[in-house]
């Protein structure tokens, strides 16, 4: 779900990216903070890959690392009990 997400943001894609959001979630995201954020993205060159940094499924906070040609940033989402995102955010990485 995540690299599909992360993918869908990339190529600047609301509907693709807002699919597995829960409905508040959905409402907070517009197309200009998705385009600000996938212009973020392309700068650092072609996507390749998500890989897992950190897992809490009690919680259900994720946390990856989205790399880039040219860097990589943080993705951390939190999936409701139901099994939607509720919470989506992507950071610049330092030194990595």
């Not at 779900?1 to 508040?24: K, L, S, W």
């Not at 212009?39 to 890959?49: D, E, F, Q, V």
């Not at 009690?58 to 990856?64: F, H, L, N, P």
């Amino acid at each position: 779900m995540a690299d599909r997400i992360t993918r869908a943001v990339y190529a600047n894609d609301i509907d693709a990216t807002t699919t597995d959001f829960d409905d508040e979630t959905k409402k907070t995201v517009t197309r200009s903070q998705l385009g600000d954020l996938s212009g973020k993205m392309h700068a650092l060159g072609n996507y390749r890959s998500l890989t897992q940094r950190r897992a809490d499924p009690d919680t259900g906070k994720y946390a990856y690392d989205a790399h880039f040609t040219n860097g990589t940033m943080l993705v951390e989402l939190r999936i409701d009990p139901s099994g939607k995102v509720g919470a989506y955010r992507v950071s610049p990485e330092q030194g990595r």
